[in-house]
């Protein structure tokens, strides 16, 4: 009998839950919002006043059509469509005529041209102008990228930020200059500190001031180079060769035999040309130093032009493109994938576990609320096969491994007293 209980405590059997509905989810979530505040999401705890219920358990059972729902959605696709709360995931594309708008409603509200840090954008509720400027450079949720905040409101309004200071004249620049030379006999670099005759200046402000045209300033030009055409200061550094693509190209190339890798803009210095660093390449790719074009990066020259996945640009897929993937896998392997086979290897970098992660939360142009092996139910007819462990028997259930592991040491012990009762009657 006591065997018997032991047994049956040791089955599980899991609780059926009972069944939801879209009305009861939000009723939940209008509730946690009342309570603390903030909308939930799969990191938030416990319901209360529930049956053992979670978010991350509600999240799954949206995601997977469970307990009744029709599936394909999301906590967060839930709320957004709901509620109105914003769906991080899912953000709306941007374009240069809203944010110019944006901007122009920032200044007429406070007289002041948004910068990056400065908050929320009051017309477009969970966007910040942060977001903007990182959409603008990485040229994320259609936007070219290779720009800035900054660099698209100088140009396209007119704005000189640091506009706080005075403007600034090649004529005043010069005199300060000349300043400095009677008294150190020296020409100032921009390292050269304070200006003593402008309380407040400096030479690198001045130099920056040159180099972006703020302040009134022309231009694409710097305090060397103004020093050089209007005093006839010729630099004493050695000026730095011009670069072309083909040649950082080649020098990527080289690096990528060497390394088994691609550089990145922290690789340190090129061994193919003493004196020059990645960080170095970098920089004149984004500003446009050395001749090159500019408003890209080493990272975006990679993937242009030698299909290098970096974390931010990784190609749209396709469910035509993975069912090729996978007869591939199938053909060569007799199987067909799953999560966990790994790299795909007709498509270097790509994995079967990021694949069925895209299908399931709607990335890379994808449509949400998917999985790899319900694609291939679809599309292949594969059927998933379990492992389920075989049924077991009353004798089975009866032994457990407490009794197995005595009642082998019991015919241990009887074997060797066997063996010494023969040993003795020999010898008798």
């Known amino acids: ?35 603390t505040g903030r909308w939930p999401d799969c990191a938030s705890d416990r319901i209360p006043k529930t049956d053992g219920e979670r978010w991350p358990t509600l999240d799954r059972a949206l995601r997977r059509g469970l307990r009744g729902l029709p599936g394909g959605s999301s906590l967060a696709r839930l709320l957004a469509e709901h509620r109105g709360k914003r769906n991080p995931s899912q953000v709306p594309p941007l374009t240069i005529k809203r944010i110019l708008a944006w901007a122009d409603a920032h200044h007429a509200r406070t007289g002041r041209w ?9 017309e477009a509720p969970g966007e910040t102008w942060t977001a903007v400027g990182i959409a603008l450079n990485r040229g994320s949720r259609g936007l070219p990228g290779g720009s800035t905040l900054p660099r698209l409101l100088a140009r396209r309004r007119g704005v000189q930020f640091g506009s706080g ?21 020296h020409w100032p670099t921009l390292r050269s500190g304070p200006i003593e005759d402008a309380a407040g200046e400096t030479w690198l402000g001045v130099d920056r001031a040159l180099r972006h045209g703020q302040r009134r300033l022309p231009r694409g030009s710097s305090l060397s180079r103004l020093l050089a055409r209007r005093r006839g200061v010729v630099k004493q550094h050695r000026r730095l060769p011009f670069l072309a693509i083909e040649q950082i190209l080649g020098w990527a190339d080289a690096h990528h035999r060497r390394m088994g890798r691609w550089p990145r803009h922290n690789s340190g210095p090129i061994a193919e040309a003493p004196g020059e660093t990645w960080l170095k390449i970098d920089l ?3 500003e446009g130093r050395r001749g090159l074009p500019g408003g890209r990066s080493l990272a975006r020259l990679l993937v ?69 092996a319900r694609l291939l139910a679809e599309h292949r007819g ?22 197995l592991r005595t009642s082998a040491r019991l015919r241990r012990a009887q074997s060797s007293r066997s063996v010494e009762s023969r040993a003795q009657s020999s010898r008798n």
């Open 382 to 403: 594969v059927v998933k096969h379990h492992r389920r462990k075989p049924p077991r028997t009353a004798d089975k259930e009866e032994l457990s491994p407490t009794r």
């Open 284 to 286: 004149a790719l984004k």
């Open 1 to 35: 009998m006591k065997d018997d209980l032991v047994v049956q405590r040791k089955i599980r059997r899991p609780r059926r839950r009972r069944p939801l509905c879209i009305a009861q989810i939000l009723a939940w979530a209008d509730a946690w919002f009342r309570r």
């Open 114 to 122: 948004p910068r990056l840090g400065s908050g929320p954008v009051a």
């Open 304 to 372: 242009e032009h030698r299909g290098v996945r970096t974390g931010y640009h990784v190609p749209d897929l396709s469910i035509e493109q993975i069912l090729a993937w996978a007869d591939t896998h199938h053909r060569w392997t007799g199987n067909w994938p799953t999560a966990t086979s790994g790299p795909v290897h007709a498509a270097p970098g790509e994995t079967w576990s990021g694949i069925n992660n895209a299908l399931d939360q709607g990335y890379r142009e994808l449509a949400p609320g998917s999985s790899l």
């Open 165 to 185: 200071l005075p403007p600034l004249s090649e004529t005043q620049v010069l005199r300060w200059a000349d300043a400095h030379h009677r008294r150190t006999g």
